[in-house]
């Protein structure tokens, strides 16, 4: 048995107004319209819903039984175009992205309040990862965003070029390197060097950048941690390239020293990325528009 809801409309709102006509009314239809429904609906079910038609509807038990559900199931779809609504004009739905953990501290913070501002009613959720498990995040639909660092990205990934992030050599106030202003590359060859874990978009830009220049870093460590590779380069156990925002208090406190690098400073591009071919939601949707106000 399958009730056509087109006909359990009419039925409903028969019964509801008393009256065939204040019914094809309410539909914008003729009043046949609305008794050939009807007839249409009893005739599928195998059930008389009315008693007598005309100006006095009367139900019968099986038409009670019915009205009872009907009005239940109007409710929910009136909810449900209410809600929907909302998802439309964004005065509700939520937002999920994923970002690295240097950039929620940040770079997101000064983004997300302007979206909220504009948004006030999307709920925003924020996960962290490595740039690799984001992106791989975005593909397999966990996040409807992702903001990270540039990455080699497969071809399931949109890419929507968004910052160039700064990134510093630092090393220890002991480091031989500590009381001079610059440093060129090649000289990093043979310095102990921690870098961040694998899937990292930092990772990535560092280790491009110095195979640009022919050299091969000496790596020491591989750390996930920021915090972990401040430490062990305040001991003087080696050298790192750190995200500038990351540094700027133990700079200022005497701990680190950050120093330019002769060819140019060192630039990560972040990314706005989701996944390609499918439509996203109005939220995401209305980020990636504040983004481009940006650019």
Request: glycine content about 6%.
């Amino acid at each position: 048995m399958r009730i056509n809801l087109n006909q359990l409309r009419s039925f409903f709102l028969a019964v509801r107004e008393k009256s065939i006509t204040k019914a094809a009314e309410a539909l914008y239809v003729t009043q046949p319209a609305v008794t050939m429904q009807v007839k249409s609906l009893e005739r599928d079910l195998d059930l008389k819903l009315f008693r007598k038609y005309g100006k006095g509807l009367e139900l019968t038990d099986a038409g009670e039984v019915l009205f009872g559900y009907a009005e239940r199931v109007f409710e929910i779809v009136e909810e449900m175009e209410y809600v929907l609504k909302g998802h439309a004009d964004l005065s509700q739905g939520s937002l999920t992205i994923g970002t690295t953990r240097s950039f929620a501290r940040h770079l997101m913070p000064r983004l997300l309040s302007r979206f909220q501002k504009r948004y006030p009613k999307v709920k925003v959720y924020l996960n962290v990862g490595s740039s690799r498990k984001i992106a791989d995040g975005v593909m397999d639909f966990k996040y409807n965003l992702g903001t990270i660092g540039r990455l080699p990205y497969q071809s399931k990934l949109n890419v929507v070029p968004y910052t160039k992030e700064e990134f510093c050599l630092v090393v220890s106030p002991q480091h031989k390197f500590a009381k001079r202003k610059k440093v060129s590359l090649q000289e990093l060859a043979n310095e102990p060097i921690i870098i961040r874990e694998d899937g990292s978009g930092s990772r990535y830009a560092t280790l491009s950048l110095l195979s640009s220049h022919d050299v091969k870093p000496s790596v020491l460590i591989e750390a996930e941690s920021v915090e972990f590779i401040k430490e062990y380069v305040i001991k003087g156990q080696g050298i790192s390239f750190l995200y500038k925002p990351e540094i700027q208090l133990e700079v200022r406190m005497g701990l680190l020293k950050s120093l330019d690098i002769e060819e140019g400073p060192i630039l990560v591009q972040t990314d706005i990325v989701f996944p390609r071919g499918v439509d996203l939601p109005p939220p995401a949707q209305a980020f990636l528009r504040l983004i481009e106000t940006e650019a």
